[in-house]
């Protein structure tokens, strides 16, 4: 199995820009893919970023061109650079990571980003 821990999160204006990190407690040579997700009050969690091995990455439509995602492999971390935040972005975001062939399928204990209207 692998531990994530999440930093980062916090209350920031409208407009402002926060940077979330994720670190894993395992090689990223066993890591397939890392993402985010985040889960606002009263709705379902949904994915917002993923990057895999490869470098490819994908992203939710509310968040393109806003947010980008990154990985340094070296330090087995995942980072969410969040800019031109809305009230909306408002959620608990999570760290994950999947195996390889499902080897695992790790979250984060959430981090909360706050951006009041």
């Known amino acids: 199995q692998v531990q994530l821990e999440e930093s980062g999160g916090g209350l920031v204006k409208a407009g402002g820009s926060l940077r979330l990190s994720c670190a894993a407690s395992?090689?990223?040579?066993?890591?397939?893919?890392m993402g985010w997700y985040r889960q606002a009050p009263g709705k379902q969690r949904e994915v917002v970023a993923v990057i895999v091995s490869g470098g490819s990455t994908n992203y939710a439509d509310s968040v393109k061109g806003r947010f980008t995602i990154s990985r340094d492999n070296g330090k087995n971390t995942v980072y969410l650079q969040m800019n031109s935040l809305r009230p909306e972005d408002t959620a608990v975001y999570y760290c994950?990571?999947?195996?390889?062939?499902?080897?695992?399928?790790?979250w984060g204990q959430g981090t909360a980003v706050t951006v009041p209207s």
């Open positions: 994950n990571a999947r195996g390889y062939k499902e080897a695992f399928n790790a």
């Open positions: 395992r090689s990223a040579l066993v890591i397939n893919s």
